[in-house]
């Protein structure tokens, strides 16, 4: 099984927006062109991206500018002209996102990347893949993986409600989808939905969400002795693991030094089992706020 | 005169016996143990690489959230994670052998013990020089040695009994007189300053009425401290005759510049590998060209050549 795809094709580039358009409620649909040659992605790798202008045309801080990059999962790969095409799905929720709203298109982004592990893809499982919220991103680029090379799964996404979802084009058939309110699909959570996923699918579960949907997801799997692997969130300083400021509480290490996992390196994407659950929720961590 | 071209500029400069082919460093903590992704990285372009501080023992670092975004800045409470000095020297040191640049490993202790201990191990094998990081904010056991000009005595005085190499002390800015702790880091045998460390810092959730990091305070880096390190750095350069290195905010060579002028006789790039990996390397090309159209052929002519008003009284 592939579990690490981090390291072999970093680079830092300037993107062209090739569209910019809001697609639910608080979500986001990003475009960017990038050269050929970028890559390869995979799904589960993310890319660290600023709107900010070279250092040396403006100092940080200055026009109240943003320091750091901010990650996003990669939504989408595909190929156009001589051109690599990317896609993001963001939610607006900061100081970075609210610009990135207003990049129209032509606008550029510097992007870093593709970086971090890979969702593994196991060709003899019927996956589940599982997103909450606006973590569907990379299980769409995911999904489109497993549909392209005719590998069966089972997509399953949740919101609270039903202005939240994503539209999810030639993927939304056989899709579960629950709203929390009741204001369509399945009333409820993701974990109602998996009560009724189909009996021959499980043995492998991708999930990618908030901290307490990906907690849940992790026992269910767990308890049905399925394979779980979850794209988790901190916040990131580099994403290149420079700074090791994205520690995630972790479980089954043999020393010290193996208590925390760094989301940008061991992950995004990690096994379910590798990481301490009550200890995180206690940190009051990986909850970002839901925004306007 | 104009004509030559800007590769012709020499950058080099020495830190008493420790010769770079350029000033341009990567300050602790901020570029991984230094073999992170070289070609992202470029680290070769580097007058020297400084590693991640490591402890005699591995530590697990402090918890989530370490990191958070203030204007222009950065607030870290990584809190020193790192595999240990036997692990770090017997299976990470020699792959930094092999990326180019001299290697300067930064230690870290809870004692002056175990700087010594540290020490010790890191004269059995490959390094160009020690940075002595006593001025870590974020862990409990009063790593902020150089808080007091005698603690910090302390931990030099012990280092320098155990190893030949250059040692580089890194002070924190946390004090009323830096002057004073960087004097007795000399007077028992630093061969170099390392200015500064990061700022205590503080930041509120307003919203969940709690302060941001875990532990509470962090340290502050980044460009919003750059004016703070520039003065500490100018006040050691000004008053003590050893090398001093400066660090703090630097992003562009022009920054590096201020810092070079104010006397620094290095910097450290920290914060601004962040957002791009390979900022070392672009200041280091950004120098060749600044001082070539500044005229200077020399780095070493230039450095600590600012010219003061006539007012300032020293
Ligand atoms: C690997 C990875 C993949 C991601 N993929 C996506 C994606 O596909 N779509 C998407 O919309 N978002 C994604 N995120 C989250 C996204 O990075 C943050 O929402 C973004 O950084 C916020 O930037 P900002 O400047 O708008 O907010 P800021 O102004 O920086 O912060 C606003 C608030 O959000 C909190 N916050 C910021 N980032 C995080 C975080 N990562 N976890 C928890 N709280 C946070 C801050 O503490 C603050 O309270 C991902 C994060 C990671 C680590
Ligand atoms: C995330 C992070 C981790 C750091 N870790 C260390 C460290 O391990 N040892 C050390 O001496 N300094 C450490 N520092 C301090 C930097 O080396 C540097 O002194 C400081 O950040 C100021 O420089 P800058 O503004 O260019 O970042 C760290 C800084 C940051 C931001």
């Given at each position: 099984m592939i579990e690490t795809g981090q390291g072999d094709h970093i680079t830092t580039c300037r993107a062209e927006i090739l569209g910019n358009r809001q697609v639910a409620r608080n979500l986001f649909r990003l475009r960017l062109a990038l050269p050929s040659d970028w890559g390869p992605a995979e799904p589960g790798q993310f890319v660290n991206v600023t709107p900010e202008p070279a250092w040396e045309e403006n100092v940080p801080g200055d026009a109240g500018g943003s320091l750091l990059r901010r990650p996003f999962s990669l939504a989408g790969v595909g190929h156009e002209g001589n051109r690599t095409v990317i896609e993001i799905l963001y939610a607006v929720v900061g100081k970075v996102t609210r610009q990135m709203q207003r990049l129209p298109p032509r606008a550029h982004l510097d992007v870093l990347g593709p970086a971090g592990t890979v969702f593994p893809i196991d060709p003899g499982a019927h996956s589940l893949l599982v997103g909450g919220g606006r973590g569907i991103a990379p299980l769409l680029y995911l999904a489109a993986e497993q549909r392209r090379r005719k590998l069966p799964f089972t997509l399953?996404?949740?919101?609270?409600?039903?202005?939240?979802?994503?539209?999810?084009?030639?993927?939304?058939?056989?899709?579960?989808?629950?709203?929390?309110?009741?204001?369509?699909?399945?009333?409820?959570?993701?974990?109602?939905?998996?009560?009724?996923?189909?009996?021959?699918?499980?043995?492998?579960?991708?999930?990618?969400?908030?901290?307490?949907?990906?907690?849940?997801?992790?026992?269910?799997?767990?308890?049905?002795?399925?394979?779980?692997?979850?794209?988790?969130?901190?916040?990131?300083?580099?994403?290149?693991?420079?700074?090791?400021?994205?520690?995630?509480?972790?479980?089954?290490?043999?020393?010290?030094?193996?208590?925390?996992l760094w989301a940008c390196r061991d992950g995004p994407v990690v096994r379910s089992e590798r990481i301490d659950w009550e200890a995180w929720r206690q940190l009051g961590a990986a909850t970002p706020p839901a925004g306007p | 005169m104009s004509g030559h071209t800007a590769r012709e500029v020499d950058l080099s400069v020495d830190l008493g016996s420790l010769e770079l082919s350029n000033p341009v460093m990567s300050a602790s903590g901020t570029f991984g143990y230094g073999d992170e992704d070289p070609e992202l990285t470029q680290v070769r372009a580097l007058g020297a690489l400084v590693t991640k501080t490591v402890t005699l023992n591995p530590r697990a670092g402090n918890p989530p959230p370490r990191l958070c975004e203030t204007p222009a800045g950065l607030l870290n409470s990584i809190g020193l994670q790192n595999v240990g000095i036997q692990t770090f020297a017997r299976e990470i040191l020699p792959r930094l052998q092999d990326l180019g640049p001299p290697v300067i490993v930064s230690v870290g202790g809870s004692t002056a013990d175990d700087y010594a201990r540290c020490a010790e191990i890191l004269d059995r094998v490959e390094c160009a020089a020690l940075e002595l990081n006593i001025s870590c904010p974020n862990v409990a056991s009063g790593l902020e040695f150089s808080r007091s000009p005698a603690e910090a005595a302390k931990v030099v005085r012990g280092v320098r009994r155990r190893t030949k190499r250059p040692i580089f002390a890194k002070l924190s800015p946390n004090v009323t007189d830096i002057v004073a702790v960087g004097r007795a880091c000399v007077e028992e045998g630093a061969d170099g300053l390392v200015a500064v460390n990061t700022f205590l810092g503080m930041a509120v959730d307003v919203e969940r009425e709690q302060p941001v990091l875990p532990r509470v305070v962090g340290g502050l880096s980044g460009p919003a401290i750059r004016p703070l390190a520039l003065c500490r750095v100018w006040e050691l350069a000004r008053c003590l005759p050893c090398p001093v290195i400066g660090v703090g905010g630097i992003v562009t060579a022009r920054d590096a510049l201020e810092f070079l002028l104010a006397g620094a006789r290095a910097v450290q790039i920290g914060t601004a590998n962040f957002r791009e990996p390979a900022r070392g390397a672009k200041v280091v090309a950004g120098l060749r060209t600044l001082l070539d159209e500044k005229g200077v052929n020399r780095l070493r002519d230039f450095v600590g050549r600012l010219r003061l008003p006539p007012t300032e009284v020293s």
């Open positions: 399953v996404y949740g919101v609270r409600t039903a202005e939240e979802w994503a539209p999810l084009g030639p993927l939304a058939r056989g899709a579960l989808l629950t709203a929390e309110d009741g204001s369509g699909g399945l009333r409820g959570t993701v974990i109602d939905a998996l009560e009724q996923a189909p009996a021959e699918s499980g043995a492998a579960v991708m999930a990618c969400g908030p901290h307490g949907m990906l907690h849940a997801v992790a026992k269910w799997a767990h308890e049905r002795g399925h394979t779980c692997w979850v794209s988790v969130e901190e916040v990131f300083g580099c994403g290149v693991a420079l700074c090791g400021g994205c520690a995630i509480p972790a479980r089954g290490g043999d020393g010290e030094y193996d208590r925390y | -």
